[in-house]
């Protein structure tokens, strides 16, 4: 079993997922819009350059995701994207990266239990845990 996020946006998931592919050296996989779709005619109205499927592929994972159909609020509550990455250096670069133009939850730094640990809600309102490997002194 392999059990793979599928995040919702709000009309910036083509956005999130460049940024997501630049900061991890990702390679988006699939993109396909609302209006590409063979019922695209019946979506709701301003949904046609909405994201419907995309499908980003990192070295040993696969992130979904879309937009949501029709403009609104998507809040996400109770979960997050954690990445585990090998180095403390790698991971606070991720880290700062994601964190352009969001919010930091726990500012990166090193715990009892990783050389380097941070949470933080990036600027398309999803909720990251970027944890190192590596573990503390």
């Known amino acids: 079993m392999i059990i793979n ?51 980003i592929e990192f070295e040993n994972a696969v992130l979904m995701a879309s937009d949501a159909h029709t403009p609104g609020e998507v809040v996400y509550s109770g979960i997050s994207v954690q990445m585990s990455i090998a180095t403390v250096g790698e991971a606070k670069r991720v880290f700062d990266a994601l964190a352009e133009g969001g919010e930091i939850g726990m500012p990166f730094g090193s715990t009892f239990w990783s050389a380097g640990f941070g949470s933080l809600t990036d600027r398309f309102g999803i909720p990251w845990l970027i944890n190192c490997d590596e573990p503390s002194e």
């Open 5 to 55: 996020p599928y995040l919702t946006f709000n009309g910036t998931c083509a956005e999130a997922f460049e940024r997501y592919a630049e900061i991890f050296g990702a390679q988006i996989t699939f993109m396909q819009k609302f209006s590409d779709a063979p019922m695209g005619e019946s979506m709701p109205a301003g949904s046609a350059d909405r994201v419907m499927h995309a499908r």
